[in-house]
C-alpha cells in the first residue's frame, strides 16, 4: 500500500477522481522529465520544458493561496477550485493538441462563480475570478497558439500577479 497523503486535500478523502488526479500528476512529473531529458539537443524544447515548469510554480503558488482560502472558508467548493488549478499547472501536456492535457471536465470548474463564495472579501473573489481565468488559458496555450514556449511564462507571471493581488485583500 503506497501513501497517498500527499493527494488528499483537508475536506475529504481520496475518491477515484483525486486517485486519478494522482496519476495524471506523476505521468505529468514523468513527461516533464523526458521533456528536459530530450531537450539537451533541442534549444525550442528546452525553451518549452522551462515555461511548462514556470507555469506549474506559478499554479502551485496559487494552490497554496486557495487552499488557505478553503481552510479559512471551510469551503469544499474553493477545495475542488484548487485541484483544478493544479491541474491546469502540473497536467499540461505539449503533445496534447486538444486540450492541452488538461480535461475540460477539470477547467470547467475554474469558472467566475467561485467569486460567489461566501466569506471572501471583494478583493479575494476578483483575484480568484482572475486566477480561474488565467489557469483555464494555461493549458488552451497548447493548441491554441504559434508559440507556447513565449505565451506560458507570461501566462505565468500574471497568475503570480493575480494570486499576490488576492493574498494582499486578505482581511
Do not use: K, N
Not at 466569506?119 to 497558439?145: C, K, M, N, Q, S
Amino acid at each position: 500500500m503506497t501513501d497517498d497523503s500527499q493527494f488528499r486535500t483537508p475536506f475529504q478523502h481520496p475518491d477515484a477522481e483525486t486517485v486519478l488526479l494522482a496519476a495524471r500528476r506523476a505521468a505529468a512529473a514523468d513527461r516533464l522529465a523526458a521533456e528536459a531529458e530530450r531537450t539537451t539537443e533541442d534549444p525550442q524544447g528546452a525553451a518549452l520544458a522551462a515555461a511548462l515548469l514556470e507555469a506549474a510554480g506559478a499554479a502551485s503558488r496559487a494552490v497554496a493561496w486557495v487552499c488557505e482560502l478553503a481552510a479559512r472558508t471551510s469551503s469544499p467548493r474553493l477545495a475542488e477550485f484548487a485541484v483544478a488549478l493544479l491541474a491546469c499547472g502540473r497536467d499540461l501536456d505539449p503533445t496534447d493538441a486538444e486540450t492541452g492535457g488538461v480535461p475540460d471536465y477539470l477547467t470547467e470548474r475554474l469558472d467566475g462563480l467561485i467569486a460567489l463564495q461566501d466569506g471572501l472579501t471583494d478583493g479575494e473573489a476578483y483575484a480568484l475570478a482572475t486566477v480561474g481565468a488565467i489557469a483555464r488559458a494555461l493549458p488552451r496555450t497548447i493548441p491554441h497558439t504559434d508559440d507556447p514556449a513565449r505565451h506560458l511564462p507570461e501566462l505565468a507571471r500574471h497568475l503570480d500577479r493575480a494570486t499576490a493581488t488576492g493574498r494582499a485583500a486578505r482581511p
